[in-house]
């Protein structure tokens, strides 16, 4: 496999090959140096004395021939003639960086994270991420959504009080930190009608599991001129069939490295909240502790049902009930107890949370205070109902999640560069 790094290199003779050394075997009478480019790795060849000071961790430029080789990563080696040394490590390097399985538990690899990231399978794993906000951003831009920056300090949160994050702000002001850019997004549907975001979140979760953090990435789209939910849920699929299509075509390197087996999307099935709840309860024999949410063994029964009956490892759940979802959430037209909304399960877990949103004033209104929620308090969200919107909705959702399943990884931390969770803010 040929990476981008390698191509440039190979059609560019003369250049010279820059990188850090990765790994360095000793052989009799030469060396293997395994040079860490941006893009890939390259094998080079060196004797004995061009070696000499050379250790991992160098910065190196490397000059000489390259020879075809169909064993050695990206097809060709480097027999070094000359070699400079940019710089050198103060300390060598962890041992274990070079090998294929970084072999630490995971918390004492956080601790190293600055230097654990350079392991090529922890880095691949980056690699993919960046191809999947990559592919949701052409997908949208295609799809004539406008990308948006919110701002993430503000005086009120959209998501509800529990989680949000309070720091002092300038006099006695409280500010709190954008649990997700919900008020935004659909401020912006009136100014562009398409808009979606790729930013940082903050949760003030307070419990350490396998799939919260504290702070993390999501990926939101919003769009007018919707007939119901279900035009949101079809922008969905393509929009991740359009990054299964570019992690296939680009990416192959990183997920051979990683094992990963990405998903086929075709369509995606979907089944009602209370459905689902009733069919695993039924077939699992389970009892339902609540009635108006999912836990997340439940969330595990309905995918593992959905996938023996449907083939596919994506579901979504539709028509969640009222009571536990956001006050800017459409209830449903015939039946106030539901709402216009659905997440989406991906292997088990819950990756998106989506739906339509109440696009008028008095229905908004009414909402809040139905919720013993004062109305002033949103006075600027309001401006939009009250200024005219066309019926809208959209989703959110969290980027290390999807990583996380599209990798077949165990821990949401595995899929954050540096995670923030209740015990971690470094590094
Ligand atoms: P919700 O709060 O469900 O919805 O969040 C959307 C998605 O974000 C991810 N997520 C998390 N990921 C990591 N750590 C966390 N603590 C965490 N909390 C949530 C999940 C989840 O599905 N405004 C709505 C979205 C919308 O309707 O547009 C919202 O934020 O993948």
Do not use: W
């Not at 350079?118 to 406008?146: C, Y």
């Not at 009602?272 to 999912?294: G, H, M, S, V």
């Amino acid at each position: 496999m040929e990476t981008k790094a390698v191509r440039a290199f190979r059609e560019d003779e003369g250049a010279p090959l820059c990188g850090m050394a990765h790994q360095i075997k000793d052989m009799a009478g030469f060396s293997f140096l395994m040079l860490r480019t941006g893009l890939g790795l390259a094998q080079c060849v060196l004797d004995k004395a061009l070696l000499e000071g050379i250790t991992e961790g160098c910065a190196l430029r490397l000059y000489g021939e390259k020879v075809a080789d169909e064993r050695a990563p990206g097809g060709f080696e480097l027999r070094v003639s000359k070699a400079e040394v940019l710089s050198r490590p103060s300390s060598p390097l962890p041992p274990q960086i070079g090998k294929y399985n970084l072999g630490m538990a995971l918390e004492n690899e956080l601790g190293i994270r600055p230097v654990a990231l350079r392991n090529l399978k922890k880095r691949a794993v980056f690699k993919v991420q960046e191809g999947i906000v990559r592919g949701f951003r052409g997908f949208l831009e295609s799809q004539g959504f406008t990308e948006i920056h919110s701002p993430k300090l503000g005086l009120s949160g959209a998501e509800g009080g529990a989680n949000m994050f309070r720091l002092p702000y300038f006099g006695d002001t409280v500010a709190v930190l954008a649990q997700s850019p919900q008020f935004y997004k659909q401020i912006m549907v009136g100014v562009f009608g398409r808009v979606f975001e790729v930013g940082p979140v903050f949760r003030a979760e307070k419990h350490a599991t396998a799939r919260h953090l504290n702070e993390y990435t999501s990926l939101d789209f919003e769009m007018g001129f919707i007939d119901s939910e279900k035009d949101v849920m079809a922008m969905e699929t393509g929009m991740l069939r359009a990054v299964v299509e570019l992690l296939q075509a680009e990416y192959a390197p990183q997920l051979k490295i990683l094992k990963a087996e990405l998903p086929e999307i075709d369509e995606i099935p979907y089944i009602e909240f209370t459905q689902a709840k009733e069919a695993i309860a039924a077939r699992y024999n389970r009892r339902i502790r609540d009635p108006y949410d999912l836990e997340p063994e439940e969330e595990q029964l309905i995918s593992k049902m959905m996938l023996e009956e449907t083939g596919s490892r994506f579901c979504f759940v539709t028509r969640y009930p009222s009571k536990k979802r956001p006050f800017y959430a459409m209830d449903d037209f015939d039946d106030e107890r539901y709402t216009r909304s659905f997440d989406l399960l991906f292997d088990g877990l819950e990756i998106t949370t989506g739906g339509q949103r109440i696009h008028q004033y008095d229905r908004q209104v009414q909402k809040l205070l139905d919720r013993g929620m004062d109305p002033a308090e949103f006075e600027d969200f309001l401006m939009i109902h009250k200024y005219g919107m066309p019926p809208h909705g959209g989703l959110g959702i969290g980027l290390e999640r999807l990583t996380m399943k599209f990798l077949g990884l165990q821990n949401i931390r595995e899929a954050s560069l540096f995670p923030r969770d209740i015990n971690r803010l470094r590094p």
